[in-house]
T-cell receptor, first 113, second 112 residues
Framework: EAQVTQNPRYLITVTGKKLTVTCSQN?????MSWYRQDPGLGLRQIYY???????DKGDVPEGYKVSRKEKRNFPLILESPSPNQTSLYFC????????????FGPGTRLTVL | AQSVTQLDSQVPVFEEAPVELRCNYS??????LFWYVQYPNQGLQLLLK??????LVKGINGFEAEFNKSQTSFHLRKPSVHISDTAEYFC??????????FGRGTSLIVHP
């Protein structure tokens, strides 16, 4: 089944404790991205990747890191999480960035205390 | 720069009634337009998209949208809604940037 998976689905952590949210897709898509969803703000893109070893900042990259060492994986790293990073996070992939449908993962709900 | 405005944050409607969810965009270049739906506790999935050609686009679950370039709008419509259509709906635009812009979402609430 074609899908985007994220882990964990739920995470509660404390300020400053490094964490990684994994994302994997099995559709051989070149383009992957991370979003955060906050009430009343819609989705905002954090980082995106056009292909292996190619990443770039989205609209809200501060406090986040990403890497793309393999085509299928695109982990999101919070090196020192803060409470304002409490949010719902989505990973997405698509064959191309502009005109193609984006396929979203199920989401990761992160709470930073 | 591009932007998307979803004019209604919440739209309540009775089952079997028609519904329209409004979306306006701005962009200095040609755009691609999308509507996504998010059911509770799920990720987003594509309803329909406009890339080029016919301005009336049909999607899944009986939804359709019309691209109106002069009014910079891409409103989503369904002639008769069902309880199962209760969800959050997002309009999105991509243009010259690799960063798509999403609207803030419209919560469609279908009452029996």
């Amino acid at each position: 089944e074609a899908q985007v998976t994220q882990n964990p689905r739920y995470l509660i952590t404390v300020t400053g404790k490094k964490l990684t949210v994994t994302c994997s897709q099995n559709m051989n898509h070149e383009y992957m991205s991370w979003y955060r969803q906050d009430p009343g703000l819609g989705l905002r893109q954090i980082y995106y990747s056009m292909n292996v070893e190619v990443t770039d900042k989205g609209d809200v990259p501060e406090g986040y890191k990403v890497s793309r060492k393999e085509k299928r994986n695109f982990p999101l790293i919070l090196e020192s999480p803060s409470p304002n990073q409490t949010s719902l996070y989505f990973c997405a992939s698509s064959p191309r960035p502009h005109a193609d449908t984006q396929y979203f993962g199920p989401g990761t709900r992160l709470t930073v205390l | 720069a591009q932007s998307v405005t979803q004019l209604d944050s919440q739209v309540p409607v009775f089952e079997e009634a028609p519904v329209e969810l409004r979306c306006n965009y701005s962009s200095s270049v040609s755009v691609y337009l999308f509507w996504y739906v998010q059911y509770p506790n799920q990720g987003l999935q594509l309803l329909l998209k406009y890339l080029s050609g016919s301005t009336l686009v049909k999607g899944i679950n009986g939804f359709e949208a019309e691209f109106n370039k002069s009014q910079t709008s891409f409103h989503l419509r369904k002639p008769s809604v069902h309880i199962s259509d209760t969800a959050e709906y997002f309009c999105a635009v991509t243009g010259g940037s690799y960063i798509p812009t999403f609207g803030r979402g419209t919560s469609l609430i279908v009452h029996p």
